[in-house]
């Protein structure tokens, strides 16, 4: 099994790789594939540095959030997943409201979404997608039946586990975790977490629903 890996606004690729080592370390049977976002923002880590985005947020003379930029990073998604063998998706932040979207895409034409075998979904210190445009509201009128691994930081200041919740409650069956970080993937070695990602991925149903 191959999963795609988003990761957050102004990360790269490579980062979030680093940042994942001890949860891949952890799945040695599943190849984790990790993806650079379509568009270029300076890196809030790194300053002076770039980083990358799977949108570009911004308000709207209403004060609504618009993301301009989503077609290139589904095609982006399609393009990795034509490669074969993407069961799964896990998103981080930015990426994780993306893997919601890619599930939501699922749900109403498997066929035509981004990842045709898409079984299982991870969000991490995610938040739900809910622009104002483009606005795909219609996909999460009923719950999404894949199943779906959960993970928030009990401290996480940028997304709150709030947010994070709202994200899950889109899933018929969420399982959750919680680590005592802040918007990390876990929170270093002997995290719960860790264990949760390796469980999901090695033990989670990937028959087709």
């Known amino acids: 099994m191959r999963v795609l890996c988003l990761h957050g606004y102004s990360q790269t690729a490579s980062e979030f790789a680093a940042h994942l080592r001890r949860v891949t370390a952890l799945s040695p049977s599943v190849e984790f594939t990790f993806l ?15 980083g990358r985005a799977w949108w570009l947020p911004r308000r709207n003379s209403d004060q609504q959030w618009e993301f301009d930029g989503v077609d290139a990073a589904l095609e982006t998604v399609s393009a990795a997943a034509a490669a074969g063998d993407v069961q799964a998706v896990l998103g981080f932040s930015q990426g994780a409201a993306l893997a919601s979207l890619i599930a939501g895409l699922h749900a109403d034409d498997a066929a035509a979404s981004p990842v045709p075998e898409l079984r299982l979904v991870a969000c991490v210190g995610g938040f739900p997608f809910a622009p104002a445009s483009p606005d795909y509201s219609h996909l999460f009128r ?64 990937t028959s087709k629903l």
């Open 142 to 205: 009923t719950p999404l039946q894949l199943p779906s691994l959960h993970v928030t930081g009990a401290n996480d200041e940028v997304v709150s586990p709030a947010k994070s919740n709202q994200l899950a409650s889109l899933f018929a069956e969420p399982q959750r975790c919680q680590h005592a970080g802040g918007h990390l993937a876990h929170s270093g070695q002997g995290c719960a977490s860790l264990e949760a990602y390796a469980k999901f991925f090695v033990a989670a149903p």
């Open 36 to 50: 650079d976002g379509p568009h270029e923002v300076p890196s809030l880590m790194r300053p002076g540095k770039k």
